[in-house]
């Protein structure tokens, strides 16, 4: 059973930084991707990376602002948030897939439990 497990949450004034940490299990899969989801509203994407080639792709929303990496030796993907604001306040999803289509679709293959962060002004 592949398990993702989402650590880094919490609590910030806007403006701020936090980094998101999410480790899985021993594999490897094409691309690990970040996920949100605030109160009322669809999960929506953030941001994604390729295990292999490390390529990356963002939501125009935190383009410039959010950086996601990956840690082979560590099989751990990352997301830093810089420059924090109130509308980035989520429950943050770390996600894994298998195949190449649909990076930015919550169609991912496996999921963690989510990580709260939430802004405030």
């Known amino acids: 059973q592949v398990q993702l497990v989402e650590s880094g949450g919490g609590l910030v004034q806007a403006g701020g930084s936090l980094r998101l940490s999410c480790a899985a299990s021993?594999?490897?899969?094409?691309?690990m991707g970040w996920f949100r989801q605030a109160p009322g509203k669809e999960r929506e994407f953030v941001a994604s990376i390729t295990w292999g080639g490390g390529a990356s792709n963002y939501a125009d929303s935190v383009k410039g602002r959010f950086t996601i990496s990956r840690d082979k030796a560590k099989n751990t993907v990352y997301l830093l948030m810089t420059s924090l604001r109130p509308e980035d306040t989520a429950v943050y999803y770390c996600a894994a897939r298998n195949t190449a289509l649909g990076l930015a679709r919550p169609t991912y293959d496996y999921w963690g439990q989510g990580t709260q962060v939430t802004v405030s002004s």
């Open positions: 021993a594999r490897t899969f094409y691309a």
